[in-house]
Structure formats: C-alpha cells, structure tokens
C-alpha cells in the first residue's frame, strides 16, 4: 500500500504527466543495462496504465496502454487492459476489439 501511494504521488509530477520527459533516461538505463528495450518499456507503460486507472484517469490508461503495444505489440494483458479502459470510455467496438486480441495472445 505505501509503495502504490509513492508511486501515484510521483504520477501526479509533470514529468510523469508528459511521458517524453525521461526519454534520456530510459535510454542511458538500456544502454547500460542489456535488457531488451522495448519488451521492459512495454511492461513500465503497462503498469503505469494500470495506476492511471487505479486514478480513474482513463483517457491517460489508454495512451500509456497504446504506448505498450506499440513497443511490444504481442503482450496480451496490454491489450486486454486498454479494452477495460475503453469499455469505462463506452466504446464496446474497441473494447471488443482489444479484449479478442488479447485472447488471441494468450
């Protein structure tokens, strides 16, 4: 519980509301690191989704979701997130459409 607190007070700074913000960061971290780029940013862009919706903050769930699939667009629970999140929206076609792709992939 505290640390999910930590983490929605750090949501609330401008560098995390303006997601670019840490680009310099994520990439002296990888390249640094040997970690795959993309499949670890795909699961931090999950995971901050899941904490924008923790805040009700749908609309932000939905980029950093889409974000996700971008960088790692065979990662399921991404997709079956962002169609959570578009169904709170009321947009059941995407929701649809997101929930089947992420059956598909699991």
Not at 35 to 42: F, G, V
Not at 85 to 99: H, Q
Request: with cysteine; glycine share 4%; hydrophobic share 35%.
């Amino acid at each position: 519980p505290k640390n999910v607190m930590n983490l929605f007070d750090l949501l609330d700074q401008p560098a995390a509301n303006g997601l670019s913000e840490v680009q310099d960061q994520e990439d002296y971290y990888f390249e640094n690191s040997g970690l795959d780029k993309d499949k670890t940013l795909a699961l931090y862009y999950s995971n901050l989704g899941l904490a924008w919706m923790e805040k009700k903050e749908v609309e932000r769930a939905i980029n950093c979701f889409t974000k996700s699939i971008e960088l790692n667009p065979e990662l399921a629970h991404a997709f079956y997130y962002r169609g959570m999140a578009y169904d709170k929206l009321g947009d059941k076609e995407k929701s649809f459409d997101d929930i089947s792709m992420s059956f598909e992939l699991s």
